[in-house]
């Protein structure tokens, strides 16, 4: 199982990013996906939910300013960022999972940095 993010970069306050977290060696649809992100010195928190049936979820940090979404043709789960703050700068991960975390695969990690 491979999972690749994707789209991190650096972005002035109120500008947008599209992670993707391209997957291969398991389908992301039949899975529940999440979005983590870490700042420096700070521990890794849970971003957004995708679950196999579709339903998301999303932390208050984020909510209405974040959308998670998934293409399953192309297998591959994107974290829209809009109105991105300075706060919001962290390595953000992918991390796709079976029921009950009996499988739990990590991507690399891709660098946002929200600064003027």
């Known amino acids: 199982v491979q999972l690749v993010e994707s789209g991190g970069g650096l972005v002035q306050p109120g500008g947008s990013l599209r992670l993707s977290c391209a997957a291969s060696g398991i389908i992301v649809s039949l899975n529940a996906v999440d979005w983590y992100r870490q700042a420096p010195g700070k521990q890794r928190n849970l971003v957004a939910t995708?679950?196999?049936?579709?339903?998301?979820n999303y932390s208050d940090s984020v909510k209405g300013r974040f959308t998670i979404s998934r293409d399953n043709a192309k297998n591959t789960v994107y974290l829209q960022m809009n109105s991105l703050k300075p706060e919001d700068t962290a390595v953000y991960y992918c991390?796709?999972?079976?029921?009950?975390?009996?499988?739990?695969?990590w991507g690399q990690g891709t660098q946002v940095t929200v600064s003027s």
């Open positions: 991390n796709v999972y079976t029921r009950w975390r009996v499988y739990d695969y």
């Open positions: 995708i679950t196999s049936s579709g339903s998301t």
